[in-house]
């Protein structure tokens, strides 16, 4: 299994080879799962109808109000928008949200702090179950996003860190986290490899910030727990690799 993470800017950067990759990992029987955020679009929308975007450490507060949008950008439009540019490319996907829902259950990450968002603790099987239904004994790429149904009903989770928890749950043999920055920048030159304790210097110094910090907090914890290769990029193939 390959996941691919998909930042909401990158969604619309994505070139001819990026298709071109996940259609030869499909044919080669890899299960290629894309987790797709929407950061921009969630951000515009929010400003548009002068909802909150605050963001505490690249993790965006999430009030009720902002989760009902966030919830239909990324089910409705976003996740639609990209099974289509994958058909268009000639690559069977299948939108799990639409299909089934959540894949994600969680509990809260401090709902003080950041409202109705999650952690996610788990893998709905009952999902698992309606999608390998739904793809008829196919190969498709599995579209997912991050929500998750929580205690008291959907939450909103980092899509970082959904994906690393997918990807540590699944026991994926690799996990991308596709940017829309060629890799982990520091003083605008790409870091090409990246072990924890470089990371946490780096971070103390203050030349990675925003939202590369829960980023590489994800993946590393995704290398602690099994996923054997972990790339941070905005195109298939480069970027930082991350190593521990």
């Known amino acids: 299994?390959?996941?691919?993470?998909?930042?909401?800017?990158?969604?619309?950067?994505?070139?001819?080879?990026?298709?071109?990759?996940?259609?030869?990992?499909?044919?080669?029987?890899?299960?290629?799962?894309?987790?797709?955020?929407?950061?921009?679009?969630?951000?515009?929308?929010?400003?548009?109808?002068?909802?909150?975007?605050?963001?505490?450490?690249?993790?965006?507060?999430?009030?009720?109000?902002?989760?009902?949008?966030?919830?239909?950008?990324?089910?409705?439009?976003?996740?639609?928008?990209?099974?289509?540019?994958?058909?268009?490319?000639?690559?069977?996907?299948?939108?799990?949200?639409?299909?089934?829902?959540?894949?994600?259950?969680a509990d809260y990450l401090d709902q003080d702090a950041y409202g109705e968002v999650g952690e996610v603790t788990g893998i709905d099987e009952a999902v698992l179950a309606e999608v390998s239904q739904a793809g008829n004994g196919q190969n498709p790429v599995l579209l997912v996003n991050s929500l998750a149904i929580g205690p008291n009903g959907p939450l909103n989770v980092n899509a970082d860190s959904a994906a690393q928890a997918l990807a540590t749950m699944a026991s994926a043999d690799q996990l991308i986290l596709l940017t829309d920055v060629p890799g982990v920048l520091v003083n605008e030159e790409v870091v090409t490899a990246l072990n924890p304790l470089k990371a946490t210097q780096l971070i103390d110094q203050e030349l990675i910030t925003a939202g590369m910090v829960p980023k590489l907090q994800a993946a590393f914890s995704a290398l602690h727990h099994g996923v054997h290769k972990i790339t941070i990029t905005n195109h298939l193939g480069q970027g930082t690799k991350l190593e521990l």
């Open 1 to 105: 299994m390959i996941v691919i993470k998909i930042g909401g800017n990158a969604i619309s950067q994505l070139k001819d080879d990026f298709f071109h990759q996940v259609k030869e990992w499909t044919k080669e029987g890899q299960q290629v799962v894309i987790l797709h955020g929407g950061g921009q679009l969630i951000s515009s929308t929010c400003a548009f109808f002068d909802l909150p975007t605050e963001k505490i450490d690249g993790i965006r507060v999430t009030p009720p109000s902002v989760l009902a949008l966030t919830s239909h950008l990324l089910t409705n439009v976003i996740q639609p928008h990209f099974q289509n540019q994958l058909a268009q490319a000639g690559i069977s996907a299948l939108a799990v949200n639409q299909e089934a829902g959540p894949l994600f259950t």
